[in-house]
């Protein structure tokens, strides 16, 4: 049975981010402690883990080498006032509303508190600090607030800013932090950690580590979401067109309605792009024709897609129904080799 993913505020345990940890301990030890860093990597790789576990060193948490690279306890009392979310000289910026739904984005309403936080001292610790996650969910006036901040940074303040796709941030942004860039893990490794982790062996757990491209965190939240099997159901709709089966088809589609709808979706489409576009890899390499074209065509409509439900507040299962009408209609002028 796989665990869940925790939330990283609740993370102790991270792995693979020694020279990270290095360089920012360096920094600190010497006093050239930058007042922005801008932590760059796939999503799931760690990077937020490495905030909350550098901003506790920084409040004052003890160092505790048992628990990895900048390590703390989490009975340390620094420690348990971030776990409650009640340390004055903590804050954070995420997508999470007060009722735990996601936001769309950041807003400048949220970027707007970090003014007046970092124009307080610290009441308790060294520091005062704050966390953007991610930093791509700000819209483009909460970018510019930030902008500001940057431009006269705070004497006992540090911000951290995760990125999964620092392309997106501003130039001036990006320039006026220091990065750290956090690598994805060899297939191997991440086999083994998803194998400790979740329980799983062999094959299960190389498909897992494989769909997580390189993400220790991303491999969790598949495990939990039961990806293995949204990837068997994406395979076998592919591998039965144009005639899938229709009572699997319709029970795919109910399942976009319920409380964890969205979350499904995002996943399902995710394993059928994939399982799409190997498919196409092999038909192209066996068979090059025009045919071919005409399932690019209808996978890039599917990757494209969740965006757009998303975006445009569209019904999940007449997204897909509508998905699975243009896959038929495509496997009817050339079959796939799967």
């Known amino acids: 049975m796989a665990d869940g993913p925790e939330h990283v505020r609740d993370s102790y345990s991270l792995d693979g981010v020694e020279r990270e940890a290095e360089a920012f301990e360096t920094a600190a030890a010497r006093g050239r402690l930058h007042h922005a860093w801008l932590l760059i990597g796939p999503e799931g790789v760690g990077k937020a883990s490495f905030a909350y576990r550098a901003a506790r060193r920084l409040l004052g948490a003890k160092p505790d080498p048992s628990y990895g ?47 007046e936080f970092f124009a307080n001292s610290p009441a308790l610790g060294p520091f005062r600090v704050a966390i953007i996650d991610a930093a791509e969910d700000m819209n483009s006036n909460a970018a510019n607030a930030v902008l500001k901040t940057l431009e006269e940074p705070p004497p006992r303040g540090v911000l951290f800013l995760v990125s999964h796709a620092p392309g997106k941030l501003l130039p001036t942004l990006r320039s006026r932090c220091r990065r750290l860039v956090f690598s994805p893990w060899p297939v191997e490794r991440l086999e083994a950690f998803v194998a400790h982790r979740t329980g799983m062996t062999g094959e299960d757990a190389r498909r897992l580590a494989l769909m997580a491209r390189g993400a220790p965190g991303r491999a969790l939240s598949l495990a939990a979401a039961g990806a293995l099997a949204a990837d068997d159901a994406a395979a076998a709709l592919i591998d039965s067109l144009p005639e899938p089966d229709e009572a699997a088809l319709q029970a795919m589609a109910d399942s976009f309605r319920s409380g964890e709808g969205a979350n499904r979706f995002a996943l399902a489409f995710d394993r059928l792009g994939e399982r799409l576009r190997q498919a196409i890899l092999q038909t192209a390499s066996e068979a090059p024709s025009p ?18 439900v998303e975006a445009l507040n569209l019904d999940r299962a007449d997204a897909f129904w509508s998905t699975v009408a243009d896959l038929r209609e495509a496997a009817r002028a050339r079959p796939l080799r799967c």
């Open 69 to 115: 690279p900048l390590g703390s306890a989490p009975d340390d009392p620094v420690n348990r006032l971030i776990a409650a979310r009640s340390h004055p000289d903590l804050l954070v910026l995420d997508r999470t509303s007060d009722d735990g739904k996601p936001k769309k984005v950041i807003s400048v309403d949220e970027a707007r508190r970090l003014p």
């Open 291 to 308: 045919a071919v074209d005409r399932w690019t065509r209808s996978w890039e409509r599917l990757t494209r897609l969740p965006g757009e």
